[in-house]
């Protein structure tokens, strides 16, 4: 069953402004943490934004000045939104959960949640070209 | 920002082999480091997480060691359905992914 459903416009022209939006219909909202990552064509996987269930985020520092991220709660949705996209923004991009965890041993602090990406959506493919 | 660096980028191999693949931190990341499975065209699949932990549902001949700032990944006897790129990950710090390894046929 789809427990992250993603969507949003696939084709964008330079300079505007990317949107994506992730359903939630696993585990708790919550707990967990909420990530957009990309895949330019052929090549790694870059991470993009994290959001919990108050709204606080952490921005790749590379994507800073253009990214932001937002959560609805009452639908258990986050969203992406990316601005000033250029053809370098081309891409797959994934929803994915992070699962809270706990780390003792191996020099953890256990006292700390640590989240890894656990469950990810299907995968959007968005083209900027004009 | 912390950097993940993976060997090799490419790794022929045969259906039965073991094989190990290397992945590097550039600061001690204790054990949070995570590996995932990706096929052409699909999602990343969680295999390991916190270095040592098999995800559930991920075949036992999959492996992961390590601490601080190097860790491996081990096949211990290669599927055909094992040929894929595999990626590491850190997430003590924010979340960063190494370039990948591509598992080809030998």
């Known amino acids: 069953q789809v427990q992250l459903q993603q969507w949003g416009a696939g084709l964008l022209k330079p300079s505007e402004t990317l949107s994506l939006t992730c359903a939630v219909y696993?585990?708790?909202?919550?707990?967990?943490?909420w990530n957009w990552i990309r895949q330019p064509p052929g090549k790694g996987l870059e991470w993009i934004a994290e959001i919990n269930h108050s709204g606080d985020t952490s921005y790749n520092p590379s994507l800073n000045s253009r990214v932001s991220m937002s959560v609805d709660t009452s639908k258990n949705q986050f969203s992406l939104r990316l601005r000033s996209v250029t053809a370098a923004d081309t891409g797959v991009y994934f929803c994915?959960?992070?699962?809270?965890?706990?780390?003792w041993g191996g020099g953890c602090d256990p006292n700390y949640y640590y989240y890894y990406m656990d469950v990810w959506g299907s995968g959007t493919t968005v083209t900027v070209s004009s | 920002d912390i950097q993940m660096t993976q060997s090799p980028s490419t790794l022929s191999a045969s259906v039965g082999d073991r094989v190990t693949i290397t992945c590097r931190a550039s600061q001690n990341i204790n054990i949070l480091l995570a590996w995932y499975q990706q096929k052409p065209g699909k999602v990343p699949k969680l295999l390991i997480y916190?270095?040592?932990n098999l995800q559930s549902g991920v075949p036992s001949r999959f492996s992961g060691s390590g601490s601080g700032t190097e860790f491996t990944l081990t096949i211990s006897s290669l599927q055909p359905d094992d040929f894929a790129t595999y990626y590491c990950?850190?997430?003590?710090?924010?979340?960063?992914f190494g370039q990948g390894t591509k598992l080809e046929i030998e």
């Open positions: 990950q850190q997430y003590k710090s924010n979340y960063n």
């Open positions: 696993v585990g708790s909202f919550s707990d967990n943490t």
């Open positions: 994915a959960r992070g699962r809270r965890d706990r780390c």
């Open positions: 916190k270095a040592s």
